[in-house]
């Protein structure tokens, strides 16, 4: 069985550096984000990114989204050509934005990306989540769920059989919206979206539009 820790009965500090050492071990954390439980590992930890997708049963060549803590991150992991773009759009960070964009090379695509040279990187828009961020660096997270199954935004709601499979659950009652994050990957005629979520086709394009 995990390590269980609610918000509730411990200081943030403690949250922040219990997690951080799990993480930075190789292991396996649901972690509370603005929109669903996530389940997160660390980029450079190939094992611990493995492990997602036997936990999940999630498909072998299904990229998995990373979470980075600001824009000036975000940009350092973009193609130089993309950076620009990928800043325009950075008006909806923190916040429920996934934006798939080509990077530079980086040794943990091979397992993060499944060896695509496209990545998707978000902000999220959850204190606790950014400062942990700042300790770890770029994480691996997406949603705390068998694959098939519905995503949850109350730790009640998370399934027993993933919980089980985790090192740590940090346990923070209703923490999210429940809508899944807009996902969008970078064109060269502006973008595409991926999946449907809060943010719009045409909001994205505006704020590419802008100088």
């Known amino acids: 069985m ?3 820790l609610r918000f ?5 500090e403690e949250l922040l550096a219990r997690c951080a050492e799990v993480l930075e071990r190789g292991g396996l954390a649901v972690l509370p984000t603005e929109t669903v439980y996530g389940l997160a590992a660390g980029v450079e930890r190939r094992e ?10 999630r498909d072998a060549a299904k990229a998995i989204p990373v979470m980075v803590e600001d824009a000036a991150r975000a940009a350092e992991l973009a193609a130089p050509e993309w950076r620009e773009p990928l800043l325009r759009l950075s008006v909806f960070w923190p916040g429920p934005l996934t934006v798939v964009v080509k990077t ?6 091979e ?15 959850h204190p606790f989540l950014l400062r942990l961020l700042q300790v770890t660096g770029p994480l691996a997270v997406t949603s705390a769920n068998l694959s098939g199954r519905r995503p949850a935004a109350d730790f009640a709601g998370l399934d027993p059989l993933l919980l089980e499979r985790v090192d740590l659950v940090l346990d923070q009652g209703r923490a999210g919206t429940g809508s899944p994050s ?10 595409e979206i991926l999946r449907a979520g809060v943010l719009t086709r045409e909001e ?8």
């Open 182 to 191: 807009t996902v969008a990957r970078l064109t060269a005629e502006g973008v």
């Open 204 to 211: 994205l394009e505006e704020a590419l539009r802008r100088r």
């Open 111 to 125: 397992w993060v990306a499944t060896g695509s040279d496209e990545l998707g990187i978000r902000i999220p828009d």
């Open 2 to 4: 995990p390590e269980i």
């Open 104 to 109: 530079v090379p980086l040794r943990w695509l």
């Open 48 to 57: 611990a990114v493995e492990r997602i997708f036997e936990v999940k049963g």
């Open 8 to 12: 509730a009965d411990h200081a943030q």
